[in-house]
């Protein structure tokens, strides 16, 4: 079992939560603040011990334990009711774990943070729905993700300096999407809509970021541009995905996580995890 580092928390993070003025978007993250600065040496990014979460008595996270790397690609698997929702939903502080110790780098201590101060800290999360503002173009769309800070229209009238462009299109070229900058959203394909929320949220250098089935309702074509784009973000973010898509898992991550009834069930390479007679009997089928 790995030490709990006992330094404070950031005070930052211990004041009250703070309201979100809220955009109407769902994805967590967009429009805050980039963490900065945080304490990584031990090289764990994420540390869920002993975590607990029950609904009416029932145990949706049950004794649960995950350590993610710094800069690893962790894919998380499972059958429907495993928990991986929960397990996002505690992370991003959407949830309350019952019991269980559940830190961002070795500092911050995440059952204390609100959402908001959560998202600002640097973890960021994209839902299985895309949730783009359909009515404004790509790069206005980018352009808002960089400064959602203000309300829609003074963001968009305010002066972009040189380096918010640069950034902007540096992100483009990631996503793709550099043709498409001054299309309207709405028009976009369901994977380039994902493609650019993706996008918004790396306007914001998560340090984490948490992908709910990414790849649902993709093309060929698309899931594989996903599978690349992931390993190249993989080493300056760390990815968290949970995945149905076999196929998709085997191409992007070395290191799967089994969820099974709230906890963890195996835990290994792809081909470990598919050869565990556990895995096979709740998951994979023979
Ligand atoms: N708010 C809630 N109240 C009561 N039970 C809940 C609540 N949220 C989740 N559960 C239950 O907790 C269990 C875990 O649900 P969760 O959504 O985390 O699973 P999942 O692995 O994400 O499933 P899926 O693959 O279907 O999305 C399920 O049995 C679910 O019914």
Redesign the pocket.
């Known amino acids: 079992m790995r030490a709990i580092p006992l330094a404070p928390v950031h005070p930052e993070f211990m004041l009250e939560p703070i309201l979100d003025a809220g955009s109407g978007r769902d994805a967590i993250g967009l429009g805050q603040r980039r963490g900065e600065g945080l304490d990584v040496r031990h090289g764990t990014v994420l540390t869920l011990e002993d975590i607990n979460v029950s609904?009416?008595g029932?145990k949706?996270l049950n004794s649960l334990n995950l350590y993610i790397g710094v800069g690893e690609l962790r894919c998380i698997i499972?059958p429907?009711?495993?928990?991986?929702?929960?397990?996002m939903d505690v992370i991003t502080g959407k949830t309350r774990p019952t019991s269980g110790k559940a830190w961002f780098g070795d500092t911050l201590d995440l059952t204390r943070m609100s959402e908001v101060q959560i998202a600002q800290a640097g973890i960021g999360r994209k839902f299985q729905k895309p949730t783009v503002f359909e009515a404004l173009s790509v790069f206005e769309n980018l352009e808002l993700a960089q400064k959602a800070d203000k309300s829609v229209l003074a963001s968009l009238v305010a002066h972009l300096s040189g380096e918010q462009r640069d950034r902007i299109e540096e992100i483009l070229q990631t996503i793709r999407l550099s043709g498409s900058a001054q299309r309207q959203a709405g028009l976009l394909s369901h994977g380039q809509k994902q493609f650019l929320e993706i996008g918004m949220l790396l306007m914001q250098d998560p340090q984490l970021l948490l992908l709910d089935e990414p790849v649902a309702g993709m093309t060929d074509a698309e899931t594989e541009f996903t599978a690349e784009l992931f390993k190249r973000l993989a080493g300056k973010h760390s990815l968290m995905v949970v995945e149905h898509d076999m196929g998709f898992v085997g191409s992007i991550a070395d290191h799967v996580t089994v969820?099974h009834q709230?906890s963890v069930l195996a835990e290994g390479s792809l081909e470990q995890v598919q050869a565990d007679d556990r895995v096979i009997e709740v998951y994979l089928g023979r």
């Open positions: 609904f009416d029932f949706a499972g429907n009711g495993a928990g991986k929702t929960t397990l969820l709230g």
